[in-house]
């Protein structure tokens, strides 16, 4: 079974600031990895994904994640942050077969201030 | 451009009511998902749909059943309410495997 880890509940940081948000998976197959954002009363939106190929992922809104096998972690970083990047903020992984199940980790909220 | 959209937006139950949640994608996605969201546990998988068809348990499904109605849509019906299945409900759909899910702004559901 997978599972996730997202070591840190909540991360505030002042606007324009770099971020990093940590997190770690545990897993006896390859997986693929994913970091979800979710704004106040919404659903789930994916900022990037890792399913192979270069450790470097580049997402959407300056964000960027790199995979790191060895300890298997898949970090989240923005070098610049904003005040509409608050939220929160989910990693995932799924197995490399089959359905894709989800699983995610407990979350990161993601306060920036002024 | 309505993606997943989910009915009823807010409900509330009394213990041991019946209802239905409803989820239908316009993407022409094989997979669906149900999940459930608490403070400070992420998302947990309820069911899922692989294909049109087929139906599977996930980390979460005792109190919860689900439909496969056709490939768009994907019911999660609660036969007896009970203050434990307070949450905010997510429905979800991916094109395949290897592609992101695609969520619903969710239901949420307060059992009394």
């Known amino acids: 079974a997978q599972s996730v880890t997202q070591l840190d509940s909540q991360v505030p940081v002042f606007e324009e600031a770099p971020v990093e948000l940590r997190c770690n998976y545990s897993?006896?197959?390859?997986?693929?990895l994913f970091w979800y954002v979710q704004y106040p009363n919404q659903g789930l939106q994916l900022l990037l994904k890792y399913l192979s190929g270069s450790t470097l992922v580049k997402g959407i809104n300056g964000f960027e994640a790199e995979f790191n096998k060895s300890q298997t972690s898949f970090h989240l970083r923005k070098p610049s942050v904003h005040i509409s990047d608050t939220a929160e903020y989910f990693c995932a992984v799924s197995v490399m077969s089959g359905a894709q199940k989800l699983v995610f980790g407990q979350g990161t909220r993601l306060t920036i201030n002024p | 451009n309505a993606g997943v959209t989910q009915t009823p937006k807010f409900q509330v139950l009394k213990t041991g009511q019946s209802m239905t949640l409803q989820c239908a994608q316009d993407m022409n996605h094989n997979s669906m998902y149900w999940y459930r969201q608490d403070p400070g546990m992420g998302l947990r998988l309820i069911y899922y749909?692989?294909?049109?068809?087929?139906?599977d348990k996930g980390e979460v499904p005792n109190g919860y059943n689900v439909s496969r109605l056709n490939k768009r849509e994907f019911s999660l019906r609660l036969e007896s309410a009970a203050p434990s299945q307070t949450s905010v409900y997510f429905c979800?759909?991916?094109?395949?495997?290897?592609?992101?899910?695609?969520f619903g702004d969710g239901t949420r559901l307060s059992i009394l």
């Open positions: 897993s006896s197959v390859s997986v693929y």
């Open positions: 749909s692989a294909s049109e068809g087929t139906t």
């Open positions: 979800a759909s991916s094109r395949s495997f290897d592609q992101p899910q695609h």
